[in-house]
Each structure stands twice: as C-alpha cells, then as structure tokens.
C-alpha cells in the first residue's frame, strides 16, 4: 500500500484477498484494439504495445481482457459481475451515478500488471480515474467490489486525510464478505481471541498489522459507522483533516469504537480457513 505520492498512488490487495442489461458493442468486442477511451492510465494500457485487448461493455464498465487468458471465456459473465459490483457500491455509499465508465482491465500476472501501472499488485485503482487493474487467477472472480470502491472513493471524495486504514476500510466494507463471512463476524472471532485491535493502533500501523486482520477490522469498523451515522459520515470521516493524536473516528470516537465492540461482542463470531485464504482467496463475491 502506498500513499502520498500523488503520480503513482496504487491500492492493493493481497493474493490472500485476492448483471443485467449485458451490451457488447460490435466494435468493442471484435478482435484488435478497442478505441482509446477513459482516463491517462486507462488510454495508456490500450495502447500499450504488446497487449491485444477485447473489450466487453456493460452498464457503466468497460471491461478488458487478454485473447487466450484465464478471463477470456467467461469475459460477459465478468462484466456482468462487475457492473453490479458498481450498482452496489453506489448504492452502499450513496454516491451519484459517475458520468465516466469505469475502465477495468484483467491480465494474466503481475508482471503485466507492472508493465501497465508500475505495481505488480494483484487489484489496484487508480486515483483520479476510474480505473483498475486486476491480476486473474484461474476460476476466481476478481474483487470488484473492492477496487471499484476505491475507484470511486478516491475520484468522488478526494484523497483520505485519514490515511490507509480508512481507505481500506471503505474497499473492505464494500466487499463485504470473505469465505462466506460477514466482515463483523469475522471481526467478532478477533475479539472473542483477545485480537482484535483498538483502532487507534490499527490506524496508526495500519501496514504492520496482519494484512487480513487489518482488512477486517478496519472494514468492520466502517460499516458500524455508515449503520450508526449514514454512509454520509463516512464521506464526512474521509474528508476530516484529523489532528495528531485524535481518534480516528473523529469527533466522539472513543464512545463510538466502544459501542462497536460491545457489538462485536454481541454476535456469533466466525474464522476464516487460512489454508484456503492463500490458495483462493476470499472468494465471492
Ligand atoms: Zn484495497
């Protein structure tokens, strides 16, 4: 995870985490290159030499794949997943229709991720735009959610003042699930071990943390704040320029991080199959 260089910010994920109204215009889905369309990373991966992308369009995505890839038989049903993937994390946060079509583009490998955006990660957005690369492994579904949802966080709310936890935090509450588990389920394992962090060290050590630990309690903590506030505190969160020291919830942060793990406590705690987690991630959605 890298933040504050504004040229080149990423979002990853980790190989661990790693549909309606279908429309492929002629064009877009005949064999060659698509037209050039969306933001600077999006219209430099198109022409990038070397990647012969398909596209496949539906409401609001343009979805690019690789000719003899691991995406290239199931692209339409791909597509299908990440337009509603979109519907949902605008709905979730109450976020306006975006006027620009979210670019995203699978690729085989990290290394031609890294040829398209300098990062090898396995999903990244790409501030400013809505733009995302993904690294598809066989049979798995990419983590739309997730970097859609750091898509159009970081183009509709700006740049967190609060840094990575929180970001993450919005990705993680947008996607949801993991392994079938709710995030607050998961959480409520942590809690029950005696692990569950205070937010304030989470925070303050985000990258530190056990990455699905910190993915889970930062997600979980954000969806107790857009329950008990409204998602518009959670824009509200986003865009506080905090000073040093103060909780992370901002303004009566301390009650409310209370009142999250006394719910946590409250909740029939899950945990997840690590085994599986690094051999398949998440898993849906
Ligand atoms: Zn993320």
Same mark, same amino acid.
């Given at each position: ?108 490998? %990290? ?49 967190? %003042? ?124």
């Amino acid at each position: 995870m890298i933040l504050g260089n504004s040229v080149s910010v990423t979002f990853r994920i980790s190989t661990a985490l790693a549909v309606l109204g279908l429309a492929c215009a002629p064009a877009a889905c005949a064999p060659g290159h698509a037209p050039p369309h969306g933001a600077e990373t999006a219209r430099a991966a198109l022409g990038h030499p070397g990647f012969a992308w398909r596209t496949v369009e539906a409401n609001g995505i343009h979805l690019h794949y690789l000719p003899g890839g691991d995406a290239a038989g199931r692209a339409p049903q791909l597509a299908r997943r990440a337009e509603a993937a979109l519907r949902h994390d605008l709905a979730l946060a109450r976020m306006p229709a975006v006027r620009h079509t979210v670019e995203l583009f699978l690729v085989d490998s %990290r290394e031609q991720a890294r040829q398209l955006s300098g990062h090898g990660y396995m999903g990244q957005a790409i501030p400013s735009e809505l733009t995302a690369i993904f690294v598809v492994e066989p049979g798995t579904t990419p983590l739309f959610r997730h970097e859609i949802m750091h898509a159009l966080s970081l183009k509709l709310w700006g740049t967190p %003042r609060t840094a990575s936890w929180l970001s993450e935090g919005v990705a993680t509450w947008a996607q949801g699930r993991c392994q079938g588990h709710g995030m607050d389920a998961i959480a409520a394992g942590f809690l029950r071990d005696g692990r569950l962090l205070p937010l304030g060290e989470l925070a303050g050590r985000f990258w530190d943390v056990d990455e699905m630990h910190a993915y889970v309690t930062a997600g979980s903590a954000v969806a107790f704040v857009a329950r008990a506030g409204g998602p518009r505190t959670v824009e509200a969160l986003w865009k506080l320029d905090p000073r040093p020291g103060a909780h992370p919830l901002g303004a009566g942060g301390a009650q409310m991080e209370a009142a999250w793990r006394r719910r946590l406590g409250s909740i029939p705690p899950a945990r997840l199959d690590t085994a599986s987690l690094r051999q398949h991630g998440c898993g849906e959605p």
